[in-house]
Each structure stands twice: as structure tokens, then as C-alpha cells.
């Protein structure tokens, strides 16, 4: 009998090729575009054809700069995920302590909600001058862009996971004569860590745009800085092929970090099994 | 043994009585069956009892103590549902009353110190039937098996009043016997005083040694705010003939009637 389509599901190879599916079809219309505008004008530079592409992650990637001696890519990638991890893990730092204090204890909530609720509200960007002007133009300055932008979000979702768990899990805590610090130790901490993560994952956007506009206005060398750079020649074969790497790294760090989650905390899982 | 008392206690929110002259001497040793419709009140006693809310008026002492303003081990609880830690096993949650009480600043014991209070943990899930689960998580168990967890993990740090609410009201009937049985036979065995609020007439009949039911004497649309619930029943099940206690459970049926089971 024939199903209704919410019924219908595809095997799992079908799904595989069906999610591989629009990404042929992608690189099918790049191809197409680039022959067709490259057939035209043998110099075009919008479009690059793949062979130009190749010679360009050769030349950035495993060719030694002529005027720096560094290999372009690699200590463009360093600066940045030096940058990004420093700040995320500021961010996530004051994230998990101003969480669990604002929504644990309610004199720490008085006195930093509002005050976390405002800032969260300024718009990290449009404080990037100031940042510029107080830490100078070096890495302190993008490192505390990234924060700004990430830490508020971090800190308002983790105070509402907080005031999330049950309170009977509080009571039942300090009936077994746990005091206040236990309780963040044994009960919130353990709990809100697995949260904290996949709060950080989903940060990440955030705190990449943050990196990137940040290395666009002012900076040495970076992965952001290296695009805008290049743009001055219209290089796009040089700008998609860090487009493409940039978006493997989130891609890899987003993974990397549920797999954390689901390596460290055995009881999440058993959770979503019952 | 551990007596309890309670005098004039009135709880009002915001102005409208909840409670009001609740009086109550519990003799050490009493297995408190509390009844009564939605919204009489008796959840809100069982807060107060546990120090979660504080009375308008009036007190409530345990051995001429009046209580803290805060939960403490001296009152276990079990509630009917969230009562155990989801993130530590069935062991670990049994431990965790002895960790904290041992260990101030981690709130956690390592190496023969942690073993020692393992082992007690074992003990005391053995003597609630959970002998093999030891290292299951609370959401691999069944709701009958989280129950036994969650009291024999309020068990273990030897309260001396254990405060029950509903915690069998989510279990299905052949199950709730077993714990039943489970529960008369840890009555006997730790002295302790028992109160448990129940929508469920026959178990609280069947296990309590005193029965309180709880409603309100004024229930005019207008009267609601003004007036408030109080004890209208107070019946000692273990001293009671048969032929009373079959008139007090016909009395509250169709009071207690229109609730879920």
C-alpha cells in the first residue's frame, strides 16, 4: 500500500547520496560557470577553473613565502585558531562561572543580570574601535572582540539551564546535608557542563565572524587578514580555497566538541535512550 | 524517636489563606497518611515541614527544636518525580549523602575512603532490591526502580522524619504493592517518623498508623481567599476499629473522589 510521504524514509545509502546530492550539484555549477566565463575571457578571475585552484593551495599552502619564508596558510591558520581558542575559552570560562552565579544564587543574580542582559545587548562591532584604541591593534584586542561577542550569550543561556533544573534536585541535595558549594560541585557543575559545550558549539559562528572582521580591519597575519588581503586582486583562487579550509575547521571543531560531549557524560545519552 | 510538633500554623500568599490552624502532635514513630482534594493545602504542608516554605504563623518542632529555615539531613524527602541525581548512577546517588557529609570541600571521596562508602551504598540499594543496578543511570531504570533508588538514597544519611510526597503516584498498581511492602517493612526498621502526602485512599489507609485529611470548611466562591484549608479529619489508623475506619474511608471518598488516581 502506498505510504503517506511523512511515512516514507530513505534507506541509509540512499540518504547518503541524497545528502551528497546538492554539493555534486554545486561543484557541477561551478564547473559549468567557470568553463563557460573562462571560454570567453581566458583571464577571467571570478571564476577560477580547478587546476588554477590546485596551483593556488599548492603555492599557499605547501610553498614557502618568498618574502616572509612562512608557508602562508599554515601561519595564517595558527594566528587564528590562536585567536579563537584563547577567546572562546576566556568566554567560556566567564560563561560557566557568571551562569552558574546568576542562576544559582539569587543575591550574584540581583546584583549581574541586569548588567549581563544590557551588555549582551551592544552590539560587539560597533565596540571594535574601542577595543582597537584601548588594547591596540595586536591579538588582545581581537581576543576580547571574540569574548564580547560570545561570553554574554554563554552567560544568559547557561544562567537559564541553571534555573531549568528541577528544583527538586536542590532540595533533594540539601536534605542529604550538601551546602551551597557542594551543590554547584556535585549537582549544577556536572549537569551544566554538557550544556556549556553545546552552548559553545553553537557559538561558534559568532565567533568566527567576530575573528574575521576583526583580522579584516587590522592585522598581520591571519586567515581573515589573508582574504581581505588578496581581494585587492580580485585572487579567487585563493579566497575560496581559505573559504572552503575556514569552513572545514568549524565543521571539525563543531564535531570534535559533540563528540567530547558524548565521550565525557555516559548519562546524557542514557537519557535520550529512555 | 522523634516527635513532632505543630501549632496554629497558618500559611497565606499574597493575602489569600492556604492553611490555616493546623495543629498536629506526632508521637515518635508515626507513619503519616496526609489526604485531602487538589489545592487543600497539603503539598504546602509538606514544604513546610521540609523547610521549603515557612509558615505565616505559627511553628512547627521536631523534639521541642523549632526548624531551620532551610532543608536539612535531619528530613529526608522523596518526591514523586526528579528525586534522584540523573548524572550519577544508582550507587553514586546512594553515596552521595556520605560524600558530602565526609568530604567538605570536593564533596567527593577517593581511594579507601570512597570504597568504604561505596560498599554502604551497595548495602543500602540491596536492601531496597536494587542488588544488580548498581551502575545503571536513572533514566535506564523503571519509574518503580527510581523510587526505591530515591529512598533508599534519602534513607541513607538516617533522617529522622521522612517526608513522602506522592512518591508512588506515577507507578502502576502492581508495582505500588511491591513498594508498599517496602516500605512498612523500612518503617519498622528505622524508627523513624513518616509523612506522606497521597491522592491514593487505600495506601493511605493501608500504611499509615495515622490518617489527616486536609479541606476547606468554607468553600463559597468569596469565602476562598478569606478562609483556608485545615485538618477535618485526624484518625489513628493503628488504634481504630474497623468499623471506623471504614466510615472515614467512605467519608473521604467522594472528597477525595473527583481527583486523579
Known amino acids: 500500500m502506498a505510504?503517506?510521504?511523512i511515512n516514507l524514509r530513505p534507506s541509509r545509502q540512499g540518504a547518503l547520496y541524497l545528502g551528497l546530492l546538492p554539493f555534486l550539484i554545486l561543484i557541477a555549477l561551478y564547473a559549468t560557470g567557470s568553463s563557460l566565463r573562462l571560454a570567453e575571457n581566458p583571464d577571467d578571475k571570478l571564476l577560477p577553473g580547478f587546476s588554477v585552484l590546485a596551483d593556488a593551495v599548492v603555492r599557499v599552502a605547501f610553498t614557502p613565502d618568498r618574502r616572509t619564508g612562512t608557508v602562508l596558510l599554515w601561519a595564517d591558520t595558527a594566528a587564528s585558531l590562536a585567536r579563537l581558542g584563547m577567546g572562546l575559552a576566556v568566554a567560556t570560562a566567564a560563561g560557566l562561572v557568571v551562569g552558574i552565579g546568576n542562576g544559582l544564587l539569587p543575591y550574584v543574580r540581583a546584583g549581574f543580570s541586569p548588567l549581563v542582559a544590557v551588555i549582551s545587548m551592544v552590539p560587539p562591532m560597533a565596540v571594535l574601535p574601542i577595543l582597537f584604541i584601548v588594547f591596540g591593534l595586536d591579538e588582545l584586542s581581537k581576543v576580547v572582540l571574540i569574548v564580547i561577542g560570545v561570553a554574554p550569550f554563554l552567560m544568559r543561556d547557561l544562567q537559564a539551564r541553571v534555573e531549568e533544573l528541577p528544583r527538586e534536585q536542590l532540595i533533594k541535595a540539601q536534605t542529604l546535608g550538601a551546602s551551597s558549594w557542594q551543590v554547584v560541585l556535585r549537582v549544577v557543575l556536572p549537569q551544566m557542563l554538557p550544556r556549556l559545550i553545546d552552548s559553545v558549539r553553537l557559538s561558534l559562528g559568532p565567533a568566527w565572524l567576530f575573528l574575521i572582521s576583526a583580522e579584516a580591519i587590522a592585522a598581520e597575519v591571519g586567515l581573515g587578514y589573508r582574504i581581505f588581503l588578496v581581494r585587492r586582486y580580485l585572487a579567487m583562487d585563493v579566497i575560496l580555497p581559505y573559504v572552503a579550509w575556514i569552513t572545514l575547521l568549524a565543521f571539525a571543531a563543531d564535531l570534535a566538541l559533540r563528540a567530547l560531549n558524548r565521550r565525557l557524560f555516559p548519562w546524557l545519552a542514557a537519557g535520550r535512550g529512555a | 524517636m522523634t516527635e513532632v510538633t505543630i501549632r496554629h500554623v497558618w500559611k497565606e500568599y499574597d493575602g489569600d489563606v492556604v492553611l490555616e490552624r493546623v495543629n498536629l502532635d506526632v508521637?515518635?514513630?508515626?507513619?503519616?497518611?496526609?489526604?485531602?482534594?487538589?489545592?487543600?493545602?497539603?503539598?504546602?504542608?509538606?514544604?513546610?515541614?521540609?523547610?521549603?516554605?515557612?509558615?505565616?504563623?505559627?511553628?512547627?518542632?521536631?523534639?521541642?527544636?523549632?526548624?531551620?529555615?532551610?532543608?536539612?539531613?535531619?528530613?529526608?524527602?522523596?518526591?514523586?518525580r526528579y528525586s534522584v541525581f540523573p548524572h550519577l548512577t544508582a550507587l553514586e546517588n546512594v553515596a552521595f549523602?556520605?560524600?558530602?557529609?565526609?568530604?567538605?570541600?570536593?564533596?567527593?571521596?577517593?581511594?579507601?575512603?570512597?570504597?568504604?562508602?561505596?560498599?554502604?551504598?551497595?548495602?543500602?540499594?540491596?536492601?531496597?532490591?536494587?542488588?544488580?543496578?548498581?551502575?545503571?543511570?536513572?533514566?535506564?531504570?523503571?519509574?518503580?526502580?527510581?523510587q526505591r533508588l530515591a529512598i533508599a538514597q534519602a534513607l541513607i544519611t538516617k533522617p529522622k522524619v521522612l517526608l513522602l510526597d506522592e512518591p508512588f503516584g506515577a507507578l502502576d498498581p502492581g508495582i505500588r504493592a511491591d513498594m508498599h511492602q517496602l516500605m512498612l517493612r523500612l518503617f519498622d526498621e528505622t524508627g523513624m517518623t513518616v509523612f506522606m502526602v497521597t491522592h491514593d485512599l487505600k495506601e493511605a489507609f493501608h500504611l499509615g498508623t495515622r490518617l489527616v485529611a486536609f479541606d476547606r470548611y468554607k468553600t463559597r466562591p468569596e469565602e476562598i481567599g478569606a478562609y483556608g484549608a485545615t485538618i477535618t479529619l485526624d484518625l489513628a489508623l493503628d488504634r481504630s476499629s474497623a468499623r471506623e475506619r471504614a466510615e472515614a474511608m467512605v467519608g473521604l471518598a467522594d472528597k477525595v473522589a473527583d481527583q486523579p488516581a
Open chain 1, 3 to 5: 505510504r503517506r510521504l
Open chain 2, 27 to 80: 508521637a515518635p514513630h508515626s507513619f503519616v497518611s496526609i489526604v485531602g482534594p487538589s489545592g487543600c493545602g497539603k503539598s504546602t504542608f509538606l514544604r513546610m515541614l521540609l523547610s521549603q516554605e515557612a509558615p505565616t504563623r505559627g511553628f512547627i518542632r521536631i523534639d521541642g527544636q523549632d526548624l531551620p529555615p532551610e532543608p536539612t539531613a535531619e528530613r529526608g524527602v522523596v518526591f514523586q
Open chain 2, 97 to 146: 549523602g556520605p560524600e558530602v557529609a565526609r568530604a567538605p570541600l570536593l564533596g567527593r571521596l577517593f581511594g579507601s575512603r570512597r570504597k568504604a562508602v561505596l560498599e554502604q551504598a551497595a548495602a543500602a540499594l540491596a536492601s531496597v532490591g536494587l542488588d544488580h543496578a548498581g551502575d545503571k543511570y536513572p533514566a535506564q531504570m523503571s519509574g518503580g526502580m527510581q
